[in-house]
């Protein structure tokens, strides 16, 4: 079981390297001069007719990774048009962390911490490196040849994309966050609505049984016969109280959140780095038991164009977490004990023709139990994926791809499985303003030791459009297998998320999202069908005062209700805070 002081001290240990490994490459961060050559994305010559216009232009872009003059379409295989001036959010994945100690964005843990417009993972949105770049010097205006960087989305997530000079790539190679909030947790211990328990039971028990009456024949004292008569007993019984339960109470707790944090970025003609690290912990007051959980999150996106026709991309998270986290695909919607979430991803796209391209993947995913009596859940799966693109159109792109995964469990052998998915697609960019992604297809479940084998349909879908210049509309949406309970089940989960982003001023900015998750368990024994949904909404505002100090409030309210009634529940969460960038 991996510690809290030992995860801080990996995590420690981590930075330390990073910033040197880091330091030695920073010769070649340095941003790429103008006339560089293209290679998925990057600049053309001036007069090819292939440079990125500057944001907001409705010109046709030079989309095509390897120069080909494909106006408004993907700049790399696997990705299209990122909005102007968004960030592009990992599905399901509000806070960026995984942790909940992020902007609180759709999740149920709260936040503490801000995510500043234009300075999220895969923003392109210019600005400065500093929040609304109030007292530091601003990036260069976009000159239309900045190189863009598209990182492969994880499955059911969308690509992230980046420019040179924008957004986060503004921001200075190293930056260091502090942050303090303070709160109120009214459900610590996500206690059902239906607490009222069971009242007490009086039984009646047999205490002595009842006997009929009798008859006997003796011989008298002269040596007769007589016959006796024993009357009969009538039967006793006696009391007995069997106490109800009072049900699990519902406590609330204030509480204080401090979280510190380190982010890495930088980008070189043929290459991006970005890595953030977060740690932190919760100090309930008047919790009973444990009265602190930590958190840690790890990330980092690697890039890499091999060759104008072929590039690599790499990326990765892990995250220590104690409270539900609806955005992870992979873990409970009801809180359990501390756990460690990994995941990574590996993509080479290849571009055969200007419009035929082809992205190979390896996705990791795994879970890690803290508690010894939970850890027959630890897994792993790997999932291995060929998707081939055809661009149709300038907006229109059609996806095939096939994906072949296998779980196996560290304590409960009879739970390995593998699945194979067959899909279609395709990738809409119907304006500057508006991407969307839609996966269908089905998906086959076989348990390696039992041979059970189930089918169910599969989907995924994505959506970004910039409503006005200021507002911004995400949603996220998957349907498919999850890990069930035990081998015996089936478990079909749909997961959706939506949010919007809006900017009152340069100052002031203000977030609301929402996810859902309702997720079906099918017995193969008893036939029975268990239904749980879980609604977990959330909205923020932030407010910057000046280039280092940031105030935030949030509240969330989480609602969990299904076929048993006994285990639905409510729970609202309240936090205000401030932020330090050193």
Known sequence: MISPRHGCALIAAASCVLSSAV????????????????????????????ATPPPGSSAPRGSSAFGAPTPETPSVPGAGPALPGTTTPDAFRGNGTGTGTGTGFGTGTGTGSRLRPGTGPGSNAPGAASAFGEGVEKPKPPTGTEPTYTIPGAYGKPSQQFTAGEGRLARPRFRYTGTVS???????????SNNEGS???VVQVLDRPATSAREEVGIGPNGETTTVTIPG???????????????????????????????????????????????GADWYWDRPGKDVDYTGSLSLLYLRRLTPRLQFTAS????????????????????????????????????????????????????????????????????FGEEVRYLFS??????????????????????????????????????????????????????DESGISATSPYGEATLAYRLAKATVIQFNGRFGFEEPPDAQSKLVSLRVGLSLSQSFSPRLRGTLGSNVVRQTTTSDVT?????TNTVDSTIGFEYTLDRRWTLNANYSYVREFGSNSARDYYRNRIFVGAEYDF
Not at 23 to 50: L, Y
Not at 182 to 192: C, E, I, R
Not at 269 to 279: A, G, V
Not at 396 to 408: A, K, N, P
């Open 23 to 50: 330091a030695q490459n920073a010769t070649e961060a340095d941003a790429p001069k103008e006339g560089a050559s293209s290679a998925f994305g990057s600049p053309q010559p001036p007069g090819t007719g292939t």
């Open 182 to 192: 303070f709160g109120y947790d009214d459900n610590v211990f996500q206690a059902p």
């Open 199 to 201: 009242p007490d039971v």
């Open 233 to 279: 007993t009538a039967a006793t019984t006696r009391k007995i109280v069997i106490p109800g339960s009072a049900g699990q109470k519902r406590i609330g707790s204030f509480l204080t959140r401090g979280n510190v944090g380190l982010d890495v970025q930088f980008a070189s003609r043929k290459t991006l780095f970005t890595f953030d690290l977060r740690t």
């Open 316 to 383: 990765g998270t892990a995250s220590y977490q104690t409270q539900p986290d609806l955005t992870q695909v992979n873990t409970s919607t009801r809180q359990t004990g501390p756990l460690l979430n990994l995941s990574s991803k590996l993509d080479l796209s290849y571009r055969i023709t200007p419009r035929l391209s082809t992205v190979g993947s390896i996705n990791y995913g795994g879970l890690r139990y803290q508690e010894a009596t939970e850890q027959l859940g630890d897994y792993d799966t790997f999932t």
């Open 394 to 447: 300038p907006r229109f792109t059609f996806l095939g791809e096939v994906r072949y995964s296998t779980t196996s469990y560290t304590g409960a052998r009879d739970r390995d499985s593998h699945t194979l998915f067959g899909l279609l697609g395709t990738e809409l960019a119907l304006s500057r303003l508006f991407t969307a992604t839609v996966r269908i297809g089905v998906a086959q479940r076989t348990f």
């Open 527 to 531: 036939d029975i069908e268990t239904v």
